[in-house]
């Protein structure tokens, strides 16, 4: 388990197999992720990329956007 958030307490870290299991990562599909340059967006990004995913990152921030591609990539 990863640290205790003040919110919601405990926060189960998942590898990108379980995340396939439990979410039913589409492998050869495609999707969009908004947000996907930073926080769960992009922790969602990079997830359904591994998994698969063909996937497109949509973000305010160009040189984040650039950051995340070239990491997801």
Known sequence: ?????AAIGKIP???IEELSIHY????DKRASVIG???GVGYGTALAMARGGTY???VGRNESKGNKAKDTIH
């Open 13 to 15: 870290t998942l590898t």
């Open 1 to 5: 388990l990863s640290p205790p958030d």
């Open 24 to 27: 039913r990562i589409p492998r």
């Open 36 to 38: 996907g340059t930073s």
């Open 55 to 57: 996937v497109t990152i």
